[in-house]
Protein backbone atom coordinates (compact mmCIF):
# COMPACT_ATOMS: atom_id res chain seq x y z
CA UNK A 1 0.00 0.00 0.00
CA UNK A 2 3.09 2.24 0.28
CA UNK A 3 2.92 2.98 3.39
CA UNK A 4 5.99 2.82 5.73
CA UNK A 5 4.26 3.21 8.84
CA UNK A 6 1.97 0.59 9.02
CA UNK A 7 1.87 -2.54 8.17
CA UNK A 8 -1.12 -4.78 8.03
CA UNK A 9 -1.34 -8.59 9.32
CA UNK A 10 -3.75 -11.39 9.48
CA UNK A 11 -4.25 -13.73 12.72
CA UNK A 12 -6.61 -15.94 14.46
CA UNK A 13 -6.78 -13.89 17.84
CA UNK A 14 -8.44 -17.31 19.51
CA UNK A 15 -4.80 -18.21 19.40
CA UNK A 16 -2.84 -14.62 19.49
CA UNK A 17 -0.39 -14.92 21.97
CA UNK A 18 1.46 -11.37 21.39
CA UNK A 19 2.38 -8.95 24.12
CA UNK A 20 2.10 -5.07 23.61
CA UNK A 21 2.89 -5.79 19.73
CA UNK A 22 0.07 -3.04 18.10
CA UNK A 23 -1.29 0.49 18.03
CA UNK A 24 -4.72 -0.18 16.48
CA UNK A 25 -6.18 -3.80 15.68
CA UNK A 26 -9.76 -3.84 13.77
CA UNK A 27 -12.10 -6.36 13.76
CA UNK A 28 -14.78 -6.11 11.55
CA UNK A 29 -18.00 -7.98 12.20
CA UNK A 30 -16.62 -11.17 13.30
CA UNK A 31 -16.27 -11.20 17.61
CA UNK A 32 -19.71 -12.86 18.07
CA UNK A 33 -18.99 -15.77 15.44
CA UNK A 34 -16.10 -16.59 17.52
CA UNK A 35 -16.37 -19.83 19.56
CA UNK A 36 -14.40 -17.93 22.49
CA UNK A 37 -15.12 -14.08 22.32
CA UNK A 38 -14.18 -13.63 25.81
CA UNK A 39 -10.18 -15.10 24.99
CA UNK A 40 -10.28 -13.19 21.86
CA UNK A 41 -10.98 -9.87 23.53
CA UNK A 42 -8.29 -10.70 26.22
CA UNK A 43 -5.99 -11.64 23.47
CA UNK A 44 -6.82 -8.51 21.73
CA UNK A 45 -6.41 -6.43 25.21
CA UNK A 46 -2.84 -7.92 25.74
CA UNK A 47 -1.29 -7.29 22.40
CA UNK A 48 -2.50 -4.03 22.22
CA UNK A 49 0.77 -1.34 23.43
CA UNK A 50 -0.22 0.90 26.30
CA UNK A 51 -2.58 3.58 24.76
CA UNK A 52 -3.55 1.63 21.84
CA UNK A 53 -6.86 1.04 20.12
CA UNK A 54 -9.15 -1.94 19.13
CA UNK A 55 -12.06 -0.47 16.63
CA UNK A 56 -14.62 -3.39 16.55
CA UNK A 57 -17.47 -2.79 13.90
CA UNK A 58 -20.55 -5.10 14.97
CA UNK A 59 -24.45 -5.12 14.76
CA UNK A 60 -25.84 -2.12 16.18
CA UNK A 61 -28.66 -3.49 18.28
CA UNK A 62 -29.58 -4.50 22.05
CA UNK A 63 -28.54 -7.44 23.96
CA UNK A 64 -32.39 -6.97 25.21
CA UNK A 65 -34.81 -8.57 22.33
CA UNK A 66 -37.78 -6.94 23.03
CA UNK A 67 -35.64 -3.68 22.32
CA UNK A 68 -34.51 -4.37 18.45
CA UNK A 69 -38.16 -5.15 17.87
CA UNK A 70 -37.99 -1.78 15.38
CA UNK A 71 -34.51 -2.66 14.58
CA UNK A 72 -33.67 -1.87 10.84
CA UNK A 73 -33.67 -5.42 8.92
CA UNK A 74 -33.97 -7.16 12.95
CA UNK A 75 -35.74 -9.80 11.15
CA UNK A 76 -33.14 -10.43 8.76
CA UNK A 77 -30.13 -10.27 11.34
CA UNK A 78 -32.37 -13.19 13.87
CA UNK A 79 -32.67 -15.26 11.14
CA UNK A 80 -28.69 -15.14 10.37
CA UNK A 81 -27.72 -15.37 13.58
CA UNK A 82 -29.29 -18.58 14.11
CA UNK A 83 -28.57 -20.29 10.51
CA UNK A 84 -24.92 -19.26 10.88
CA UNK A 85 -23.67 -16.75 13.71
CA UNK A 86 -24.96 -19.19 16.30
CA UNK A 87 -24.02 -22.46 14.65
CA UNK A 88 -20.40 -21.21 13.69
CA UNK A 89 -19.71 -21.17 17.40
CA UNK A 90 -22.02 -23.75 18.82
CA UNK A 91 -20.42 -26.43 16.65
CA UNK A 92 -17.32 -25.08 18.47
CA UNK A 93 -18.73 -26.21 21.90
CA UNK A 94 -18.39 -21.94 22.05
CA UNK A 95 -20.27 -19.27 23.45
CA UNK A 96 -22.74 -19.03 20.86
CA UNK A 97 -23.76 -15.18 21.17
CA UNK A 98 -25.45 -14.76 18.19
CA UNK A 99 -25.45 -11.48 15.35
CA UNK A 100 -27.56 -9.48 17.80
CA UNK A 101 -25.04 -10.19 20.81
CA UNK A 102 -26.41 -6.53 21.45
CA UNK A 103 -24.76 -3.19 22.90
CA UNK A 104 -24.83 -3.78 26.14
CA UNK A 105 -22.99 -7.54 25.93
CA UNK A 106 -20.55 -5.85 23.79
CA UNK A 107 -19.40 -3.37 25.83
CA UNK A 108 -19.14 -5.66 29.05
CA UNK A 109 -17.11 -8.29 27.22
CA UNK A 110 -14.68 -5.29 26.46
CA UNK A 111 -14.83 -4.37 29.78
CA UNK A 112 -14.27 -7.52 30.81
CA UNK A 113 -10.90 -7.72 29.07
CA UNK A 114 -9.58 -4.93 30.96
CA UNK A 115 -10.69 -1.94 28.63
CA UNK A 116 -11.49 1.06 30.30
CA UNK A 117 -11.95 3.56 27.64
CA UNK A 118 -14.76 2.40 25.34
CA UNK A 119 -16.86 4.93 23.09
CA UNK A 120 -19.77 3.56 21.08
CA UNK A 121 -20.29 5.59 17.75
CA UNK A 122 -22.29 5.76 14.68
CA UNK A 123 -22.30 6.79 11.20
CA UNK A 124 -25.30 8.19 9.78
CA UNK A 125 -24.52 6.37 6.60
CA UNK A 126 -24.62 2.98 8.13
CA UNK A 127 -27.70 1.77 10.09
CA UNK A 128 -27.02 -1.28 10.61
CA UNK A 129 -23.38 -1.02 12.60
CA UNK A 130 -22.13 0.80 15.39
CA UNK A 131 -18.62 0.85 15.80
CA UNK A 132 -16.51 0.48 18.93
CA UNK A 133 -13.25 2.20 19.76
CA UNK A 134 -11.81 0.82 22.93
CA UNK A 135 -8.43 2.35 23.92
CA UNK A 136 -5.59 0.08 26.37
Not at 62 to 85: A, K
Not at 105 to 121: E, K, Y
Request: proline fraction near 2%.
Amino acid sequence: MGLANATFERHDLAELDKVGAYDVITVFDAIHDQAQPARVLQNIYRALRPGGVLLMVDIKASSQLEDNVGVPLSTYLYTTSLMHCMTVSLALDGAGLGTVWGRQLATSMLADAGFTDVTVAEIESDVLNNYYIARK
